[in-house]
């Protein structure tokens, strides 16, 4: 299998973290330190509120922007909700979707996910699809029933071509914002386990040319070790994000 047929993407994931012009001062911090690191696509994805301010602060840099959710429908009667058109418009490429806590806080179910995922690829954005077990899934050893299940109803009704465009990102519950990181040969186990469930979906190719990330406490100390595994192609990191000098080092760890 060969990794370099991938994209190794970083992504922010700012959380319900930063007012927009944080966000801003975080960024022109940032341009510098990550400006010609181009081993790896660098992504923020950052609070709707801070979407517009963030869009033009990273205007002529490396930096990508991203959002964390998108409604399904194009327009229509959804108080509070955001379209992937409305995201598209201001200089959004990349939206966060089926998140845990999405799925913990805010009744994401996999069928959702799917429908976000056809509304984002629609309006030409490219869908981080979030999967992961529970730790109580973990214990009961159903991890691999639980990630497939999660990616195949995703996946539903997707085209092998539609895939180039989407990202999986691979983050066991229980890592998430808990310090505890899945081991590197774990972290690779479970994401050569989706690339599997592509592979079966629709081709060998396909799969090998999917970016899988991992995320779950994701930092400057072990993402060399995770990134180096085969099957991790990048991360999505959420409170070593919010540090300017932390989230280099993981940019710096992706270079190689
Ligand atoms: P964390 O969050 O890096 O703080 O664990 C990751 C995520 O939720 O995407």
Not at 17 to 37: C, D, S, W, Y
Not at 146 to 153: D, E, I, R, Y
Request: hydrophobic content about 40%.
């Amino acid at each position: 299998m060969d990794k370099s047929k991938r994209k190794v993407v970083i992504a922010g994931n700012w959380k319900m973290n930063m007012t927009f012009r944080q966000g801003v001062a975080f960024i022109n911090e940032l341009k510098p330190m990550v400006q010609g690191k181009d081993g790896c696509e660098i992504v923020v994805c950052v609070p709707d509120t801070d979407i517009s301010a963030v869009s033009e602060a990273i205007k002529g840099s490396n930096i990508k922007l991203g959002a964390q959710n998108a409604h399904w429908a194009k327009s229509g009667a959804f108080t509070g909700e955001t379209s992937a058109d409305m995201l598209a418009e201001l200089g959004v490429e990349y939206v966060i979707i089926g998140h845990s806590e999405r799925r913990q806080h805010f009744g994401e179910i996999n069928r959702t996910v799917n429908m976000r995922l056809k509304a984002i690829l629609g309006a030409g954005l490219k869908p981080i699809v979030c999967v992961g077990e529970l730790e109580t899934e973990r214990e009961l050893g159903i991890t691999t029933e639980v990630v497939s299940l999660q990616t195949k109803v995703a996946l539903h009704e997707i085209t092998a071509e539609q895939m180039k465009g989407i990202i999986i990102a691979y983050e066991p519950v229980w890592a998430i914002g808990t310090g505890k990181t899945a081991t590197a040969d774990e972290a690779d186990r479970v994401n050569g386990i989706i690339r599997d469930v592509i592979a079966g979906l629709y081709n060998k190719d396909t799969a090998e040319a999917t970016t899988i990330q991992y995320g779950g406490s994701m930092n400057s100390k072990n993402a060399a070790e995770l990134l180096s595994k085969l099957n991790v192609d990048g991360g999505l990191i959420g409170g070593a994000s919010l540090k300017t000098e932390d989230f280099t080092a993981i940019i710096e760890a992706a270079q190689k």
